[in-house]
C-alpha cells in the first residue's frame, strides 16, 4: 500500500467519529477528511463546526461531509458507527445491532472500490473487526482494531500518576479483549527500563496490592467515565489519531491494536489487543511477549470469550 493522498474517511459522526476528526486535525495528520453519517445533517454540521477552526489548524484540510463514493480513493476509513454502551452495559452487550451496521457499512465502502486500510472503533471492537474484515474479503493484515490502546494509555497514565513519573517513560501493556476480560502484562511492564516488580521493592509510593487496584481500575475506567458523563470519547480519538499517524507515515511502531492471531500466543482465527508492529499497510506483524503462566491463562480465557461471541454472531 502507497499513501497517497492522506485522505481519511470516518463513518459516523458522534461522540467518538468527531473526537477522532478533531484529534487528527489538531495534529496536522491529514490532507482530506470525509465524515460519513446516516444522519447526514448531523455529518454536514460537524463538517462545518471542524472547518471553522480550520484556520487556525496546525495544516490547511479540507473537511466535508461525503457519501461511499469518497471511500474509493481513501488511504484509511475509520468506522465508529453504532450504538455506545448505556450505563450498566457492557461492551459485549452492543454485538448484535454494531454486527449489523458494521456489515451494511464495509459492504458499501467495498462496493466504492476502497482499498486501503481500515480502522474500526466501534464496540465490542475484538469482534467487529472480525467482522469488517469477514465482510471486506481483505487480508486480515488490512483491518486495524484500536484494540487495548485506550485500555494501555490508561494503564500507562495510572501507574506513572502513582509514581510520579511521566507516563512517557512508562512501558506495558494491556492485551486481549478490549472489555471485561483483558488482561495487564505486569510480568513486560517497565518504567525507565527497570521491571515494575523490582521498582515496587525500593519505591515506597507503590506496592504489590496496588497493582490489582490499578489494573482493575483501568478496567473499569469507561464504566466510571459512562455513570458520570454518558460516554468516553477523548481517549479513544487520540488513541485513534495515534494509529492513523503509524499508518499514513509508515511509522513501524508497536501499538496494542486488534489484530488477527495466526498462531501467535497459540491462538488462531481471532481479532484481539496485542503489541503489534503498524505501518501503511496495516498490521506488519504480532510483537509475542513470553508472559507468565498466570497471564498467559487470563489472555486465554478472554480470547476463548471472543471466540464464543464470534461463534453466537455467525
Ligand atoms: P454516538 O451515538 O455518539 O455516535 C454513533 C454515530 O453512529 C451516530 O452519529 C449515528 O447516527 C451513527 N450511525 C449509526 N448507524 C449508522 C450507520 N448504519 N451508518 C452510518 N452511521 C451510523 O456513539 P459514540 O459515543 O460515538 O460511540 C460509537 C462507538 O464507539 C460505540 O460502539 C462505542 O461503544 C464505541 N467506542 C469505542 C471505544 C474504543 O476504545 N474502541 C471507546 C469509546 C467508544
Given at each position: ?25 489538531n ?6 477528511l ?17 472547518l ?28 465508529t ?8 452495559q ?53 483491518i486495524v ?8 494509555t490508561?494503564?500507562?497514565?495510572e ?12 512501558h ?14 505486569w ?11 523490582e521498582?515496587?521493592?525500593k ?8 497493582l ?8 473499569n ?70 508472559m ?23
Open positions: 500500500m502507497k499513501i497517497t493522498s492522506r485522505k481519511v474517511v470516518v463513518i459516523g459522526t458522534g461522540f467518538v467519529g468527531t473526537s477522532i476528526a478533531y484529534s487528527m486535525i495534529r496536522g495528520l491529514i490532507n482530506e470525509v465524515l460519513i453519517d446516516v444522519n447526514q445533517d448531523k455529518a454536514e454540521g460537524e463538517a462545518l463546526d471542524l471553522d477552526g480550520i484556520s487556525w489548524a496546525k495544516e490547511n484540510v479540507i473537511v466535508r461531509a461525503g457519501n461511499y463514493k469518497d471511500c474509493e480513493n481513501a488511504d484509511i476509513v475509520v468506522i458507527a453504532g450504538v455506545n454502551q448505556k450505563p450498566g457492557s461492551r459485549l452487550d452492543l454485538v448484535n445491532t454494531n454486527a449489523k451496521i458494521m456489515r451494511s457499512i464495509v459492504t458499501q465502502v467495498m462496493d466504492s472500490g476502497f482499498d486501503g486500510i481500515f480502522v474500526i472503533a466501534s464496540n465490542p471492537v475484538d469482534i467487529l473487526t472480525y467482522v469488517a474484515w469477514e465482510t471486506s474479503g481483505l487480508d486480515q493484515s488490512r482494531g484500536t484494540g487495548t490502546t485506550l485500555d494501555t490508561r494503564f500507562r497514565k501507574l506513572a500518576t502513582k509514581l510520579e513519573i511521566d507516563p512517557r517513560s512508562v506495558g501493556y494491556i492485551i486481549g479483549e478490549h472489555g471485561d476480560s483483558e488482561v495487564a502484562v510480568s513486560h511492564t517497565t518504567v525507565g527500563g527497570k521491571p515494575i516488580l521498582f515496587i521493592v519505591n515506597k509510593k507503590i506496592g504489590l496490592e496496588d490489582s487496584n490499578l489494573s482493575n481500575k483501568v478496567k475506567a469507561a464504566y466510571e467515565i459512562i455513570d458520570k458523563k454518558q460516554a468516553t470519547y477523548y481517549g479513544i480519538g487520540m488513541s485513534t489519531a495515534r494509529i492513523v499517524k503509524a499508518i499514513l507515515n509508515n511509522e513501524q511502531v508497536i501499538l496494542p491494536v486488534s489484530a488477527y492471531l495466526r498462531g501467535e500466543y497459540g491462538q488462531e482465527g481471532v481479532f484481539t489487543g496485542v503489541p503489534s508492529v503498524v505501518n501503511q499497510n496495516g498490521v506488519r506483524e504480532i510483537i509475542e511477549l513470553n507468565d503462566a498466570y497471564e498467559m491463562k487470563q489472555f486465554e480465557k478472554s480470547v476463548n470469550q471472543l471466540k464464543e461471541v464470534i461463534e453466537s454472531i455467525k
